[in-house]
């Protein structure tokens, strides 16, 4: 567990750096003469926060959402995980070499990780959960669950 004083200071956001970071979050490709326009700043004004921003590590990179089921990848689990205690930090590294992980997070309660997994179809997320993710090193249990239908709320 991290100590108080191991956690990088927390930015102080104000409302125009919340603005900011909303319409990026709408379009990653905004440009800034545009998210300066929608915030009602100056262009030097939105490029000053947005570095900013940036260098304070609030945004940590700018990305694209791709459509999972238009790219190929019609099925869908949430896959939870029992880990060996300590097994963490080695385990999280084998979870990022898996291209088809879209999602990792550690979790408290009755097992210890999940995963957002996207395949192409469900032969596919059987291949990765047997013989991918069953055989980490650290795994102890693994349990699937199908998403039938999800929503982008971003």
């Known amino acids: 567990m991290l100590d108080e004083e191991d956690l990088p ?12 970071l909303a319409e990026l979050t ?8 545009q998210v300066a326009e929608n915030v009602h700043i100056s262009r030097a ?3 000053t926060r ?3 921003l940036t260098a304070e ?11 999972p089921l238009k790219s190929g990848r019609k099925s869908s689990a949430y896959i939870t995980l029992k880990v060996k205690q300590h097994a963490w930090r080695e385990l999280k590294k084998e979870l990022r070499s898996v291209p088809e992980v879209e999602h990792i997070a550690l ?3 009755d097992f210890d990780v999940i995963l957002l997994v996207r395949g192409i179809d469900n032969n596919d ?3 990765i959960v047997f013989d991918q993710l069953q055989s980490m090193s650290g795994v102890l249990d693994t349990q699937t669950f199908l998403i039938f239908e999800d929503e982008d709320t971003r």
């Open 9 to 20: 200071p927390q930015t102080a956001l104000d409302q125009v750096d919340r603005e900011i």
């Open 26 to 33: 709408r379009d990653g490709r905004m440009s800034i003469t």
């Open 45 to 47: 004004h939105a490029y």
């Open 50 to 52: 947005i570095a900013r």
């Open 57 to 67: 590590g609030v945004l940590t990179k700018f990305t694209a959402l791709v459509d």
């Open 107 to 109: 979790v408290g309660g």
């Open 125 to 127: 997320l059987r291949r």
